[in-house]
């Protein structure tokens, strides 16, 4: 199994930019496609974006293409979500997952998770 840690969320006004890491453990990190997702209050969690193990391959949901961009460092056994004009709606908390399905788009093809990490935005 694999741990993941997310870590940069925070308070952030409207219009603002803000980078999510995900700290994976274990030495296989390539060998997992990663997805970023989000759940806000009262909603269903999904997903945002989607990177493939070697990080050649990535994906997006249709609302945050342009604005998340999802990447990821091998090396240093990490994933990020760079996200840029945040918007109020985009408050909720922000989920690190994998999967060695060989792609990560839903929430049910994802074999672990992390504990998330909450973003809220204010205008």
């Known amino acids: 199994q694999v741990e993941l840690v997310e870590s940069g969320g925070g308070l952030v006004q409207a219009g603002d930019s803000l980078r999510l890491s995900c700290a994976a453990s274990?030495?296989?990190?390539?060998?997992?496609?990663m997805g970023w997702f989000r759940q806000a209050p009262g909603k269903e969690r999904v997903f945002l974006g989607g990177?493939?193990?070697?990080?050649?391959?990535?994906s997006y949901k249709d609302s945050v293409k342009g604005r998340f961009t999802i990447s990821r460092d091998n090396a240093k056994n990490t994933v990020y979500l760079q996200m840029n004009s945040l918007k109020v709606e985009d408050t909720a908390v922000y989920y690190c997952?994998?999967?060695?399905?060989?792609?990560?788009?839903?929430?049910?093809?994802?074999?672990?998770w992390g504990k998330g990490t909450l973003v809220t935005v204010s205008s």
């Open positions: 274990g030495r296989t990190f390539s060998n997992y496609a």
């Open positions: 997952a994998a999967t060695v399905g060989g792609i990560a788009s839903m929430v049910r093809g994802m074999d672990y």
């Open positions: 990177i493939s193990g070697s990080g050649y391959s990535t």
